[in-house]
């Protein structure tokens, strides 16, 4: 019974900077987690960043360049990307790690997705 919403997905310029937002909504107890993944086509799902409390973690091609933030009192995690390049182009996916219930177990959740493109 958890939504998940991504928004802020566009066409922007290599070297350029996008943020994106991830609203959970719904029955939910606790978002353990929050994570964003990204798809491109012929490619498997990869992780981008993921964040327990405050600790974040990045995948490899992304560090340094993108951060993960999350305000528990709007429900809400971000992903900032700068110095975006073509290979950056994906549908980039939310993830919540998150149980309904006290005590109850913890079930991934996924939004649609947000297209980003990167190209000049």
């Known amino acids: 019974q958890v939504q998940l919403k991504e928004s802020g997905g566009g066409l922007v310029q290599p070297g350029g900077s996008l943020r994106l937002s991830c609203v959970a909504s719904?029955?939910?107890?606790?978002?353990?987690?929050m994570a964003w993944y990204r798809q491109a086509p012929g490619k498997q799902r990869e992780l981008v960043a993921i964040?327990?409390?405050?600790?974040?973690n990045y995948g490899d091609s992304v560090k340094g360049r993108f951060t993960i933030s999350r305000d528990t009192a709007k429900n809400t995690a971000y992903l900032q990307m700068n110095s975006l390049n073509p290979e950056d182009t994906a549908v980039y996916l939310c993830?919540?790690?998150?149980?309904?219930?006290?005590?109850?177990?913890?079930?991934?959740?996924w939004g649609q997705g947000t297209q980003v493109t990167v190209s000049p």
């Open positions: 964040m327990t409390d405050d600790n974040a």
């Open positions: 719904g029955n939910f107890f606790n978002i353990r987690t």
């Open positions: 993830n919540a790690w998150a149980n309904t219930a006290y005590n109850s177990g913890y079930s991934h959740y």
